[in-house]
């Protein structure tokens, strides 16, 4: 019994060294951007849409950036969300 308490000890030590313990893993940071600027067409229904969105996401607590704001660089985002609001049409001959 006291052996396997002490590899326990050991085992937590280590995990902890080793920054392996639950709870140590970086966490995705609540920051959105929202890629509307690659061509996207946004139209009047589109826009509200994409209003009541970000207003969603804002209410939960992300902070949400558009690219045709602050550019498309989605480095140091947590998450990038593409919108296309219509799909694409291709005529078929």
């Given amino acids: 019994m006291k052996r396997t308490s002490i590899l326990i000890m050991l085992l937590a030590l280590a995990l902890i060294l080793t920054s392996c ?5 970086p966490r995705v940071p609540k920051t959105i951007l ?7 067409r946004i139209d009047d229904v589109a ?15 992300y902070t949400v950036d558009l690219s045709s704001e602050s550019g498309f660089s989605p480095e140091g985002y947590g998450i990038v969300m593409f ?4 799909p694409l049409t291709r005529s078929m001959k």
């Fill in 21 to 25: 313990f639950p709870g140590s893993f």
């Fill in 34 to 40: 929202i890629d509307d600027s690659h061509n996207n």
């Fill in 47 to 61: 826009s509200v849409e994409m209003s009541k969105l970000i207003q969603a996401l804002e209410d939960k607590g």
């Fill in 83 to 86: 919108w296309l609001p219509k």
